[in-house]
């Protein structure tokens, strides 16, 4: 009898240990997310201002992004392509602050 209840106090354990484990764990992906969408956004800030250079409207470069996304895809890897990179300016574009 008294396996069953150091099992079941150890079972409770395992379970109080997951819980706060899975919630650390969800909390930390939020914060994640919370910080990339800030990250993108400020990108597009960068990107959108370094394009207008002063100006209300841009002249658009045709190959910034192009060469943008090469550059910082060979220093950073993956998460730089032409279309991310035109997905973060519009990101800023549609939502100023």
């Not at 930390?28 to 956004?41: F, G, P, T």
């Not at 960068?46 to 409207?57: A, M, P, S």
Request: no cysteine; aromatic share 12%.
């Amino acid at each position: 009898m008294n396996e069953l209840v150091e099992n079941k106090e150890y079972n409770e354990l395992i379970e109080n240990i997951d819980s706060v484990y899975n919630k650390a764990k969800s909390k930390i992906i939020s914060s994640i997310n919370v910080e990339m969408l800030d990250a993108y956004w400020k990108i597009g800030e960068d990107i959108v201002k370094f394009e207008q250079k002063g100006k209300l409207k841009a002249e658009y470069g045709k190959k910034l992004l192009i060469n943008l996304s090469k550059d910082l895809s060979i220093k950073y890897g993956k998460g730089f392509s032409r279309s991310n990179l035109q997905y973060m300016r519009l990101f800023y574009i549609h939502y100023p602050i």
